[in-house]
């Protein structure tokens, strides 16, 4: 089965740039859906189909995908970014959905 | 608003048996699936299973398989997830989660704690 490989953390300043990587085997060829969460909340979408925004969602959230690498970024990071952030796609052979193991982002 | 409730908490020991729920609303809960997530203490999301709530057709996680029943209750517009009996290991979140075209999950509920503890 796929499986996704995030970095368990990454820490920025206030207004810097924040990229958390979602790893897999040609990852390039699915869709990536991001998902941020908050402690004891539940997650939220905040990134689909690679790099669409649903509505609500800030510009400073952006999404790219290709190879065997998926990349979150957060731009003009703020104190309200932080967050626990997850990956996903959906295996088509084997109709499951797998989450990446996800990251914590930290504002410094 | 298009919403799923999720039932409250539950504190139970090895071995008793637990189902947990899920109401949709605000949309027509036959046309959809709703899917059930795991995520333990610290840790991250892991797919449990779905289920199409027109058919009731479920499709579990190779990691799940076996070990919790996935049903819904069309009538009641409500999915449940089940175990019959459970380990210290089940102590968990437990989310549902509806996805959209394109497989991604828009909508969550809000989670129910499991914890089971002798």
């Known amino acids: 089965s796929h499986v996704l490989t995030q970095p368990p953390s990454v820490s920025v300043a206030p207004g810097e740039t924040a990229r958390v990587t979602c790893g897999g085997n040609n990852i390039g060829g699915k869709n990536v859906h991001w998902y941020q969460q908050k402690p004891g909340q539940a997650p939220v979408l905040v990134i689909h189909y690679d790099s669409d925004r649903p509505p609500g969602i800030p510009e400073r959230f952006s999404g790219s995908n290709s190879g065997d690498t998926a990349t979150l970024t957060i731009s003009r990071v703020e104190a309200g970014d932080e967050a626990d952030y997850h990956c996903?796609?959906?295996?088509?052979?084997?109709?499951?959905?797998?989450f990446g193991t996800g990251t914590k982002v930290t504002v410094l | 608003e298009v919403q799923l409730v999720q039932s409250g908490a539950e504190v139970k020991k090895p071995g008793e048996s637990l189902k947990i729920s899920c109401k949709g609303s605000g949309y027509s809960f036959t046309n959809y699936w709703i899917a059930w997530l795991r995520q333990m203490p610290g840790k991250g999301l892991e797919w449990i299973g779905v289920?199409?709530?027109?058919?009731?057709?479920?499709r579990y996680s190779p990691s799940f398989q076996g070990q919790v029943t996935i049903s819904v209750d069309k009538s009641i517009e409500t999915a449940y997830l089940q175990w019959n009996s459970l380990e210290a290991s089940d102590t968990a979140m437990y989310y549902c989660?509806?996805?959209?075209?394109?497989?991604?999950?828009?909508?969550w509920g809000q989670g129910t704690k499991v914890t089971v503890s002798s």
């Open positions: 989660a509806r996805p959209q075209t394109g497989h991604s999950f828009n909508i």
């Open positions: 289920i199409y709530a027109g058919d009731s057709e479920t």
């Open positions: 996903q796609v959906w295996d088509s052979p084997t109709d499951h959905y797998v």
